[in-house]
């Protein structure tokens, strides 16, 4: 798809503080080595690496409360091209602690504002704006309360009337909806599938992600994933799933088999963010060049 213009919709916007320390001293006084803010969500970190990659990109979420100007500000100084509405409540701040010695991170995650009814019209219209001139629409994360059920589902069927590709990373009941809707990319952790797509599993894959195995070392879990991915290759949507270090796992529609990936070793500092990295990467060589992932 050349001249790739991107709508990045993520409508739970965070602040990402982020402390990094030696170590965590349980019920005593924990003195900080670094610390940061950034804006975050999934829809906000989308946006950000595409426009790290040269892609066009606008990010559309809302904003409300004391710290809507720090998360514009933030958004500039990142780069990111926004289009927030007003909304009651303040941003949500989320606090990430690196321990250094454990290469650990451990994530907090504020529970969002509730969003009301003009703050959803005042979105609906900016999406309706803003889609009229992408190509793509990439819609990453959870909603914040007070947003109907339907609304990612009401946005795909937009872009599906206007012939804009569509890229999903939503996890739970939502994906579950969106995915009847065929979009052309869903990117989604193993885990996160597998819960919604065969339930019964979520005991086994929470036992593979444990022990840092891939679901192509039990037989039994491998067939049941690549039915569903074959399905859903069929009816026009392509999968990934990621598991972290671990390959990344896609289907090859044509030999209706699953295809690993391998990752590239490294040794992460801060691991949040990655897969919301990864959703960008795969978007801008799907969308950009019509090549299949296999």
């Known amino acids: 798809m050349m001249g790739m213009r ?50 066009p990109v606008r990010h559309l979420s809302h904003a409300g409360g004391e710290n809507r100007d720090i998360w514009l500000a933030g958004c500039r100084d990142d780069d990111i091209d926004v289009v927030a509405p007003p909304a009651p409540g303040g941003v949500r701040t989320c606090v990430t602690i690196l321990e250094r010695d454990r290469g650990s991170a451990t994530e907090f ?18 999406f309706e704006r803003e889609l009229s001139d992408s190509t793509v629409l990439v819609i990453a994360g959870s909603m914040a309360p007070g947003y109907p059920r339907e609304t990612y589902l009401e946005m795909i069927e937009a872009a599906r009337h206007r012939g804009v590709g569509v890229a999903i990373d939503v996890s739970g009941a939502v994906l579950r909806d969106v995915v009847r809707r065929q979009p052309d990319l869903i990117k989604v952790n193993v885990r996160e599938f597998g819960t919604t797509f065969t339930p019964e599993l979520a005991d086994r894959l929470a036992d593979l992600e444990s022990r840092s195995r891939s679901v192509f070392e039990m037989e039994d879990v491998r067939e049941k994933f690549r039915r569903v991915l074959v399905r859903l290759a069929q009816e026009g949507t392509a999968v990934v799933l990621s598991q972290g270090a671990r390959p990344t796992i896609i289907v090859d529609p044509e030999r209706e088999e699953l295809v690993e990936v391998d990752t590239i070793p490294l040794d992460p500092v801060n691991t949040i963010g990655c897969g919301d990295t990864m959703t960008a990467g795969l978007e801008s060589r799907y969308f950009s060049t019509g090549a299949p992932l296999v």
């Open 6 to 55: 991107v709508l990045s919709v993520g409508l739970n916007p965070t602040l990402q503080r982020t402390i990094q320390v030696a170590s965590t001293l349980p019920n005593g006084v924990n003195r900080a080595l670094e610390a940061r803010h950034d804006v975050a969500g999934k829809g906000a970190n989308v946006a950000r690496v595409l426009t790290q990659l040269d892609i």
């Open 109 to 126: 995650i504020e529970p969002a504002a509730e969003v009301d009814a003009g703050t959803v019209r005042s979105v609906r219209e900016a």
